[in-house]
């Protein structure tokens, strides 16, 4: 087969997998996907892998690559990564996010049925004031299962 030679501009995504393995793959190519253990060494087998896919797109009379847009989304996303961080520092970052809210800011609006809950909770509370637990306490227990990877709330 006769061809001409000519340079392309494709984009490639890179992610590393759950093993550490670097991921290369081009959207313009549909299946195109290739790996490496770096990821300098990912984007050098995504060509390799680009230039064969498009050998082969061409052999078959397929087009050199599909239509690729960007689209806009929103999307939440976490502002930290509290996965990596121990049961611990977990505990610490929701105290202090607890914390930074003012009990006097004009953005803790308190909606009536919470209200109305926390006066039930308060009432309780002044009924029986040793019921409760210690916070050192509660949270020691809400470490412990966290450590042994139990959501349950009554443990």
Known sequence: MCGVRSDMDLLVTLHMDEDGVWIAECPALPGCV???ATRAEAVENAREAIALCLEVRAERGDPVSVET????????????DIEYLSVEERILLAQDLWDSISPDSPELAVPPWMEALLDERLAEHARNPDAGEPWEVVRESIARRLREGRSDVDA
């Open 69 to 80: 847009v960007n689209v806009q989304v929103t999307a939440r996303r976490p502002i930290i």
């Open 34 to 36: 290739s790996q490496g």
